[in-house]
């Protein structure tokens, strides 16, 4: 599950990566925040499909380590799904396009189909992860 959710985690990524050029020449702050979220859920996606929370390099509680990743990774993707969200519906909430609703691409159906995929296979890890009760 965990490389699926890497897969899906990339392709968003690199979705982002490939307009964040554009919001460059729209405004230098919506170019900024489309290469920081490239950047972000490209490095995730590779922390997950590498394995990259190993206790054999990890000191400490790694099954806590790596359900922490699951439920960050989940609230960074459904903000990112939100934002997305608002951006559509109300308009966007900064910068010189403020107020002005954007239209939905064939790029954007790409990046958040993977992501909704994405938070869905967290939303599985977490469940799968769960601390087990100890039985008296």
Same mark, same amino acid.
């Given at each position: 599950m965990e490389k699926f959710v890497g897969v899906c985690v990339i392709v968003s990524g690199t979705a982002h990566g490939l307009v964040t050029q554009d919001h460059f020449r729209e405004w230098w702050g919506y170019?900024?925040?489309?290469?920081?979220?490239?950047?972000?859920?490209?490095?995730?996606?590779?922390?997950?499909?590498? !394995?990259?929370? !190993?206790?054999?390099?990890?000191?400490g509680n790694v099954h806590r380590i790596r359900r922490l990743m699951y439920a960050v990774g989940a609230l960074g993707i459904l903000g990112i799904l939100g934002l997305y969200a608002l951006t559509r519906t109300l308009g966007i909430p900064l910068g010189p396009g403020s107020g002005s609703v954007e239209q939905v691409g064939a790029i954007d159906l790409v990046a958040k189909t993977t992501e909704l995929l994405a938070v869905a296979g967290l939303a599985v890890l977490l469940v799968k992860t769960r601390p087990r009760e100890i039985q008296p």
């Open positions: 170019g900024v925040f489309f290469l920081a979220t490239a950047i972000c859920l490209i490095g995730f996606g590779l922390a997950l499909l590498t !394995d990259a929370i !190993d206790p054999r390099y990890m000191p």
